[in-house]
């Protein structure tokens, strides 16, 4: 390929499409559609392109990756490291109510609620009282305040170098306590109660179809705001969207079907690699036959070639995954994945060792192995992706594994009963640092879908967070990790890129490695 990777992402891009576009309107192709927009509950990825657009918290990441100043103007850090005060600039939700800090000791508050169900609660336990809080504590004792309309202030229970970068997650941003407790189940939904704080606001949801956005005229910049409208087209056939965009129908698409990946890097404009701190793996449930044995996760594990699956499969740019945190993350002058072991996985697969660790569980040469179901969301992709690794299996193993595909919304409720054999998934990093991958298999976490449990991995985790050097919280870090990975109950598959087109009429578009469409600055020239 001789398409540039972009760093981090500016984006003015692309085509040889050229569409015709009414001043100021913008229309973006999503594959996929999600079940959850409230910011404070939601750990969809792909609920982000709608939140990321409708509101923002305290602070906001630059295209560079910077931290720099949202709703607050200027922040103040103590000397220990443990108590940050924020001042709130004049700024007004999308409906024109004045933002005040007790939306935020509101919003915080309700995410550390059990009842609300939360599903990255644990990124606020950070906070004195909070991880309390959530098991049946006072929630007044959280250590969260309003001393006035303009400034929050919060206390650390140790000191956390990544905090900044960390209230840039959704669970952070603040919501309105009279539109939530009005309709809680409902007022995503609508857009007459969807109010945000962001630089758009939602006009349309049509289901199985769009989401409509406008300019927010109540945004604090909405001025620098150039697109009166937005909308977000859902396409979830990848070759459709595609077709699509070359007919100039549609200006930016976030996905292009992987057989089209060669062509478009030398032919279009439009066709940008974005580089993601994301993984893909599957989950193995440890608690369901046969899964239950490592020595079968293990030979599972051990019979893809890795190398296969990106070159052939997914004909991509992305790189075979050995362990759960991806590269690109530099800790104490080293990046996480220096010198990482391989967890006893090679990016080709090892079918003598796969086969030994399968006849060690007692099915040699795949004898007796019990019927057995690999689930995954609907998406062409992953599917021709799962339907490859089913004939690594049958070759490489003597196993038959079948796969049982449904719509996302179906999907990853009943995932998250953890009574599969084994589930497709993966994780993009919520926040530019390895723990946003590695709290997830905390005991307990919302996020932990395999219900994998162990307390070695918990208490390295736990000093990893109270340690102050970085380095030092690097190595712990890693020790977690290896913990998890030589207990096999993920299968790593690949690091991502993203693989996508927007029109080179579009600039100041640009799309964070954290997998968020930012439209806060994109102008259509003329």
């Known amino acids: 390929m001789n398409k540039l990777v972009l760093p981090l992402m500016t984006a003015a891009l692309l085509a040889s499409t050229g569409g015709v576009w009414a001043a100021g309107e913008l229309t973006y192709v999503v594959n ?23 509101f923002e918290g305290l602070v906001r990441l630059s295209p560079e990756g910077e931290v720099v100043p949202a709703l607050a103007e200027a922040w103040e850090i103590s000397e220990d490291g443990l108590t940050y005060t924020f001042t709130l600039r004049d700024a007004n939700w999308s409906d024109g109510e004045p933002i005040t800090a007790s939306d935020f000791v509101y919003a915080w508050q309700r995410v550390l609620d059990p009842a609300t169900g939360a599903m990255n609660s644990q990124m606020l336990y950070h906070i004195v ?43 952070f941003y603040p919501v309105r306590e009279d539109i939530v407790s009005a309709d809680p189940d409902g007022w995503t939904r609508n857009p007459e109660t969807f109010i945000g704080t962001g630089p758009f606001r939602v006009t349309a949801f049509n289901q199985g179809e769009s989401v409509v956005f406008e300019k927010n005229p109540n945004y604090y910049a909405a001025d620098e705001v150039s697109l009166d409208k937005l909308t977000f087209r859902l396409i979830p056939d ?11 129908d549609v200006d930016g698409i976030e996905a292009v079907p992987a057989p089209e990946i060669p062509r478009l890097s030398v032919e279009s404009d ?24 490592v020595h079968v996760r293990k030979a599972l594990s051990m ?17 075979p995954a050995l362990g759960l945190v991806p590269p690109g993350m530099s800790l104490g002058g080293e990046d996480f994945t220096d010198g990482r072991d391989g967890f006893g996985l090679s990016e080709t697969a090892d079918v003598e060792g796969a086969r030994a660790e399968l006849a060690e569980a007692g099915y040699e040469n795949g004898e007796g192995f019990p019927e057995t179901l690999f689930v995954t969301y609907s ?47 993966g994780w993009g990093a919520d926040y530019p640092h390895p723990m946003t991958f590695l709290d997830n298999f905390v005991s307990g976490s919302a996020n932990n879908l395999n219900g994998w449990s162990n307390p070695d991995y918990d208490a390295a985790i736990t000093a990893a967070k109270a ?56 102008e259509i020239s003329e």
């Open 238 to 248: 990848q070759a459709t969207a595609l077709a699509a965009m070359e007919a100039g």
């Open 303 to 319: 019979a893809i070639d890795r190398s296969e699956i990106v070159e052939f499969v997914l004909q991509s740019a992305d790189t």
């Open 32 to 54: 996929n559609e999600s079940a959850q927009y409230d910011p404070g509950t939601t750990a969809e990825t792909f609920a982000a392109p709608i939140i990321g657009n409708t």
């Open 379 to 425: 998406s062409p992709p992953i599917e021709k992706l799962l339907e490859a690794i089913q004939q690594m299996w049958r070759e490489n193993l003597n196993i038959d594994v079948q796969i049982q595909s449904t719509e996302w919304q179906v999907y990853y409720p009943e995932v998250q009963k953890v009574e599969y054999q084994i589930a497709q998934m």
């Open 129 to 171: 009282g909070a991880e309390e809080a959530y098991g049946g504590a006072d929630p007044e004792a959280i250590a969260i305040s309003a001393p006035d309309e303009k400034t929050l202030t919060f206390t650390l229970k140790q000191r956390v170098p990544y905090m900044l970068q960390l209230l840039n997650y959704p669970a």
């Open 467 to 522: 340690a102050t050097d970085e380095a030092e919280s690097r190595d712990y870090m890693r020790e977690a990790e290896a913990i998890l990975m030589n207990d096999h109950v993920i299968l790593p598959q690949y690091h991502r890129y993203n693989y996508m087109m927007m029109s080179p009429e579009v600039t100041g578009f640009w799309r964070s490695p954290l997998n968020v469409p930012y439209f806060r600055d994109a």
């Open 270 to 293: 439009a066709f940008l690699i974005v580089p993601a701190l994301g993984t893909t793996y599957a989950f193995f449930n440890p608690g369901q036959e046969p899964l239950d044995n």
